[in-house]
């Protein structure tokens, strides 16, 4: 996006990568002015806003899921992964900063 923008170097300048963290984080304790992540990451961190990125520097994560042909209990899982596709889990996914498919 940055480089769609003509932005990047002066971005690169005074950005950096870290893994393994939620970089909004560093916004939260003034380390930082903005951080880019996964919206639920970011809606995560308490005292930071959230907001979208216009829809053409969007981009989508799906998520799925599978029991395995040699599990153990395969009809709990596949009860548990119809539980998390059932449109009653809809508003608790959502409030976790995510779409439901």
């Keep these: 996006m940055i480089e769609r923008l003509g932005i990047a ?7 950096k990568l870290v893994a393994g963290q939620l970089n909004a984080m560093f916004v939260a304790k003034g380390e930082a002015e903005l951080a880019v992540q996964l919206s ?3 809606r995560a961190v ?3 806003q959230f907001v979208p990125m216009p829809p053409e520097f969007s981009a989508s994560v799906t998520f799925s899921g599978a029991a395995a ?3 153990r209990e395969p009809g709990i899982a596949r009860t548990f992964l119809r539980f998390l596709t059932a449109p009653s ?3 608790a996914i959502r409030s976790k900063g995510f779409e439901p498919g």
């Design 9 to 15: 170097d002066e971005v690169n300048k005074k950005s």
């Design 40 to 42: 639920s990451e970011i």
């Design 46 to 48: 308490p005292g930071v």
């Design 69 to 71: 042909a040699g599990a």
């Design 89 to 91: 889990a809809a508003p």
